[in-house]
């Protein structure tokens, strides 16, 4: 049984930053590619960032280039979101998952991230 785990979440103010983690079990985490996602209030969810099995290579939405870092530790079956220079409009509930068109139909509780002063 898939379960994806994410923690980290919290208040922060703008420019702020926060780490996310996402704890996998139950597929292959090594051989997956594993992505990002976040759902603003009166949105759609929304791919975020994306990383390789291994970790060489990544993509980010055009929104958060240079502001968020995807990591991955295989040895813990974990991926990281690392975010920097948060603004409000980051505010949402971010899950990970893996990437569109793999994506498992079951999805975490999410973690959520509120950016305000």
Do not use: H
Not at 22 to 38: D, E, L
Not at 63 to 74: A, E, H, L, Q, Y
Request: some cysteine.
């Amino acid at each position: 049984q898939v379960q994806l785990v994410e923690s980290g979440g919290g208040l922060v103010q703008p420019g702020g930053s926060l780490r996310l983690s996402c704890a996998v079990s139950g597929f292959t985490f090594r051989v997956s590619a594993m992505s990002w996602y976040r759902q603003a209030p009166g949105k759609e969810r929304a791919l975020v960032a994306t990383i390789s099995s291994l970790g060489g290579s990544t993509n980010y939405a055009d929104s958060v280039k240079g502001r968020f870092t995807i990591s991955r530790d295989n040895a813990k079956n974990t991926v990281y979101l690392q975010m920097n220079n948060l603004k409000p409009e980051d505010t949402a509930v971010y899950y990970c998952n893996r990437p569109p068109g793999v994506r498992y139909d079951s999805w975490g509780q999410g973690t959520q991230v509120t950016v305000s002063s």
